[in-house]
Structure formats: C-alpha cells, structure tokens
C-alpha cells in the first residue's frame, strides 16, 4: 500500500435534524441489576482478561420475539449487521459526521427490531467487562461527546494521506469507543460498522476486524487493555497488521 493516498475529503455535512445524540437508557435487562461485579470462573480462578463484551453480558434476552438465547439472537444481529453495510457501502450515511451521533445510529439499525427500548441509546446500568470498569452510565453522554469532538478533531490530518495521523484515528476510534462501551449490548457489531464507515471515507480498503486465532485475539485484548490507558500504539501496531495481511487492488 503506499504511503500517499491521492484524494480529496469534501467537508462533511451537518447531521441531519434527527441524527441527535440519545438520550440515556431507561430500566434494566433482565437478570441486570445496576451494578455488576466481576465474576471469577466456575472454578474459582481469575477472573477473565480484557474482551469485548460486558461481564454480565446478557445469555437470554428479553426480545420483540420473546426471551432469546444469544445463540438464538445471533443469527438476526447477524442479519441487521449486513443491511446496515449494505447501506454503508451504498453512502447512505454520507450527510452523518463520524462522531459519536452515527455510532448511535449503527446501533439503532442493527438492534432497533429485537429491542427497541435500548437500541441507539446510551446504557443505564454499570458494567464491568474484564478487568475495565467503563465509566458509570451518568458519565457516558459526556464521554461520548468528547469521543466525537475527538474523532472530527482528528480527522483532517489523518484523511490528507495515509500515515502515523491515519493509524492513530482509527487506533482511537476502537479503542476509545470500547472503553467506554457506550450501549448496554452489542457494542462490538457497532464499532466494526463504524470502522467500515471510516475506512470507506478514508478510500482505504475493508479489513478483517475480528480476530480470528486464540493467539490473535490475546494481542488484541491485551491492544485493548493499552487503549484503556490511552496507550494506541499496540492498536496502532494491529492496524498495520491488518492493512498487511489485507490483499490490495492492482
């Protein structure tokens, strides 16, 4: 890939009149009570590192369709996830700024149909997730305004040409958004659709997100635990891996 992309980024547009950063969540999911403490394994032994999804993460969800196990909630996320990059790849969320106000809007359109009382807005309930304690959910509208101001503060530098400015953005972007994990589910799907977002308005090409191998995802975790502390370079260094092992176009 080389160093230079030669593009030019029109200014992005203003949200449109709905495109509102949500309000708070309201209630909690079932079996979730406010606070959530870390929960060792069966055995008694540690309790799991870094991840991506909340220690209390839901097994059964009350649905649209009734109480769903998440194996049975999979499929239809899965489903959700490729209209909204079906959309994505159609710029259909072109007038959206990429900040924190289209990661809520991903949300709403991958979940909004199973459960709409939480789809598109920011969690009530205290979570733990690893060893991470996110910001209490009082916190977390002001976390995600600063994650966006961030994230468009960023972007001019880092969408002139591909470089240490481009890595860092998307770096920030994973990371930043993860630790807080702004959505009382599904936050995983959610920043991968936004990452896709942007590596599309960057002109860069779709890479493979999720890790795949057990030792993959170790580095991952461990790139997650740094992002926590406002370290990006481990991220950083994932990004490059990706870009990497990412086949490109003659």
Known sequence: MSDELDREHPPMASAPDDGKTPPPL?????GCGPEH???A?????????RNTRPDCATRFIETTRGV????EL?????????????ALYQSEFDSWPADERLTAEFHRRICHDLVPDWAGRWRSIEVRVGNLTPPPPHQVPVHMRNYGADLLARWPDA?????DFTLELLAFAEGRFLSI????DFNGRTIRLFLLELLRRLDLPRVTLAPESAADRQT????????????????IQIWQQRFTDTPQNP
């Not at 394994?41 to 590192?49: K, L």
């Not at 999979?74 to 079906?86: C, D, I, Q």
């Open 68 to 71: 769903l196990a998440y194996s």
């Open 74 to 86: 999979a499929p239809l996320l899965a489903e959700s996830v490729l209209r909204a990059e079906a």
């Open 41 to 49: 394994g069966t055995s008694g032994t540690a309790p799991p590192a």
């Open 159 to 163: 969408a002139a040409a591909l470089g």
């Open 26 to 30: 309201a209630g909690h999911s079932p």
């Open 181 to 184: 994990h702004p959505f009382q």
């Open 220 to 235: 991952y975790f461990q790139a997650l635990e740094a992002a926590d502390r406002a370290d990006w370079q481990p991220l």
């Open 37 to 39: 403490v870390l929960r």
